[in-house]
């Protein structure tokens, strides 16, 4: 996934209430959904650093020379300057490019089937 790419604030900005009230009618669900949905993505980056990290591992030999490594810095840098999982969520929210399933229509379904 491409994070830098994403449109989202790097900083905290103040946001319309009415705007989650627009996606989702309950701003619960609205926080509940962005909750989710940043999980997702703090997985996929997580994911990601380790996956580059792993080329700087170091092996039990040169754990004695401690060295500085510019690019292991290089990398940690570029994911901390990246929007955050929540920024992201949120941006995607507003911009509806979230699919939402309503599980308490298909749990209300499922009962109506049983009885």
Do not use: C
């Amino acid at each position: 996934m491409k994070f830098r790419n994403t449109g989202a604030e790097k900083s905290t900005i103040t946001r319309e209430v009415t705007d989650f009230l627009d996606k989702t009618d309950n701003i619960f669900k609205a926080v509940s959904v962005m909750a989710k949905r940043s999980a997702q993505i703090n997985s996929k980056m997580k994911e990601e650093l380790m996956h580059k990290l792993e080329e700087f591992a170091l092996n039990q030999e040169q754990l004695d020379e401690i060295f500085e490594n510019q690019e292991q810095i290089a990398v940690s840098k570029f994911f901390e300057s990246l929007p955050k999982p929540w920024s992201i969520a949120m941006k995607e929210l507003l911009n509806d490019e979230i699919y939402m399933r309503n599980t308490d229509e298909e749990v209300d379904e499922s009962q109506e089937k049983n009885a």
